[in-house]
């Protein structure tokens, strides 16, 4: 699986995980669903995803987009 691919299943999955827990146990946990959000959209716009570098560290292949 290509960097790519897998910078977007994790946040995908950190916002189902904080949206059930913001469901189930407390409003607060939607705070991190926005976080998400908006390190998504400062990713698209600076090229720069602290996510991205975790991941290249664990050996995943660059994509197009963290080249």
Same mark, same amino acid.
């Given at each position: 699986?290509?960097?790519?691919?897998?910078?977007?299943? !994790?946040? *995908?999955?950190?916002?189902?995980?904080?949206?059930?827990? *913001?469901?189930?146990?407390?409003?607060?946990?939607?705070?991190?669903?926005? !976080?998400?959000?908006?390190?998504?959209?400062?990713?698209?716009?600076? *090229?720069?995803?602290?996510?991205?570098?975790?991941?290249?560290?664990?050996? !995943?292949?660059?994509?197009?987009?963290?080249?």
């Amino acid at each position: 699986m290509s960097l790519d691919r897998t910078v977007m299943m !994790f946040a *995908g999955i950190m916002v189902l995980i904080s949206l059930a827990l *913001g469901f189930y146990f407390s409003p607060w946990w939607f705070l991190l669903t926005a !976080f998400v959000g908006l390190n998504l959209i400062q990713a698209s716009i600076t *090229g720069f995803c602290p996510a991205a570098i975790v991941f290249k560290k664990l050996g !995943f292949k660059t994509g197009v987009a963290f080249e």
